[in-house]
């Protein structure tokens, strides 16, 4: 099927026609009409490349009842996703080819957007021994992107050999920086609202410890390092520090982090409780500094489906983690360009060109242009809507944003030219 978007404004300029065939965008201009074609009103609407996230949990194998490659493939799409980087904490855990090579089949029959699974670093994420790397690298879900994620690793003798394995593979760690002696029994940021609420504290220093360390031996290794969910005003100054000397390092900050702070444990709601926790108002602002200078590359959501009955008990003992895809593109452009910090290129920079270069997706973060393949997303910046956890299609209800107001829609998604969303649906 050939599909004509009329009157779309690529990164919000202009307003073009633009024509899809075969999978790639195959004409644009003005007054564009295929016989037989599929038209796609885009008039008011903003066309960006397809979103790129490198952080999702689809939670399979294991929690098929908090999510599943599909409905997390599905909410991915509503979110305007075209690929999506699957962590590889599931059970069993993503660290041998057989693993990856499933989640990478499983995406593959969903269809709605390009599973690309991680690999665990470690074996069972147990952090003392090398996961198959090689084979992983070399299986069918060609992985690049290695991760403990949920997990530290913390051994740095460790950490250096992972980094100088993945260097010759060609791909990336991505570290959760987090020193885990720094954080036993953590339940939120560690500042004055810990203390009274008498929750115990994750301090920023455990996060930046990590990041400093690594910073050090990714120099040292001469291999890329790829920090996850950056969370304090202390390590956006420890990687712009890193970057002007010239270490291969690259990082992301989560939406939640972006826009909520430690404020919002004050009811005791474990839907707030994630890690790294949220922290406070100036780590906020340094975080939305440090993404609009590039010193943070990407937004990745960290979505992180849970089961009620993980997350609707008592705060302490509830699962870390909140809900990321559908509503990612919306805060980013509630916090980020309404607040006239990112245009709309440099939102499609952060979330899908630099992403898919640090995952190394060929196909994906490419520019809105002719023999580009045609992974798109249409948003209309002005529909504003209130977020109604009932109404997501993930599996999981834990999104910390029920009840909020925040503009941007996405009206359609497209993979290699075919939509999987329509008119804001899910077209399977
Ligand atoms: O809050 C989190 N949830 N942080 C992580 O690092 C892991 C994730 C999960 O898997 O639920
Ligand atoms: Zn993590």
């Not at 609202?193 to 930046?208: F, I, K, N, Q, Y």
Request: charged share 20%; aromatic share 4%.
């Amino acid at each position: 099927m050939t599909y004509v978007i009329k009157n779309a404004r690529p990164y919000g300029e202009d307003a073009v026609d633009l024509v899809l065939r075969n999978g790639a965008i195959a004409s644009i201009g003005e007054d564009l009409t295929v016989p037989g074609a599929e038209v796609v009103d885009g008039a008011g609407l903003v066309l960006l490349p397809g979103l790129v996230d490198l952080h999702t949990h689809l939670r399979e194998p294991g929690r098929e009842d908090a999510e599943t490659v599909e409905t997390g493939s599905r909410a991915a799409a509503l979110g305007g996703f075209t690929a999506v980087h699957a962590m590889a904490n599931t059970d069993p855990v993503a660290d041998t080819a057989g693993v990856v090579e499933q989640v990478w089949r499983l995406g593959q029959q969903a269809g709605l957007v390009d599973v690309v699974p991680v690999g665990a670093v470690t074996v069972g994420l147990a952090g003392s021994q090398l996961a198959e790397l090689g084979a992983m690298a070399d299986s069918a879900a060609r992985v690049r992107v290695f991760s403990d994620d949920g997990h530290c690793v913390a051994d740095p003798a460790l950490m250096r050999r992972a980094l100088e394995y993945v260097k010759a593979l060609g791909g990336v760690v991505a570290q959760h920086a987090e020193e885990p002696r720094l954080t036993v029994g953590a339940q939120m940021h560690e500042g004055d609202r810990s203390a009274r609420l008498g929750l115990t504290g994750w301090p920023a220093a455990a996060e930046e410890a990590i990041i400093a360390r690594d910073v050090l031996l990714a120099q040292h290794v001469g291999a890329r390092l790829h920090v996850c969910h950056v969370s304090t005003a202390g390590s956006v100054e420890l990687l712009r520090w890193a970057k002007s000397r010239g270490v291969q390092v690259t990082a992301e900050v989560t939406p939640h982090h972006l826009l909520l702070t430690d404020a919002c444990a004050e009811g005791y709601d474990p839907v707030f409780k994630v890690n790294p926790p949220l922290r406070t108002d100036a780590d906020v602002e340094a975080l939305r500094a440090g993404l609009a200078d590039g010193t943070i590359d990407a937004v990745a959501t960290d979505h992180a489906p849970h089961a009620v009955e993980d997350k609707e008990c008592e705060w302490a003992m509830a699962r870390p983690g909140m809900l990321g895809l559908e509503q990612a593109l919306s805060v980013v452009v509630d916090t980020m360009v309404e607040t006239g910090r990112l245009d709309w290129r440099a939102l499609a920079d952060r979330m899908s060109v630099r992403p898919a270069a640090i995952g190394r997706l060929a196909g994906h973060g490419r520019p809105v242009a002719v023999g580009e393949p045609a992974n798109l997303v249409l948003v209309d910046p002005a529909h504003r809507s209130t977020v109604d956890p009932a109404a997501l299609a993930s599996r999981s209800r834990n999104s910390p944003y029920a009840g909020r107001e925040l503009p941007g829609r996405v009206v359609a998604t497209f993979l290699r030219g075919v939509p999987t969303v329509l008119d804001g649906k899910a077209v399977k």
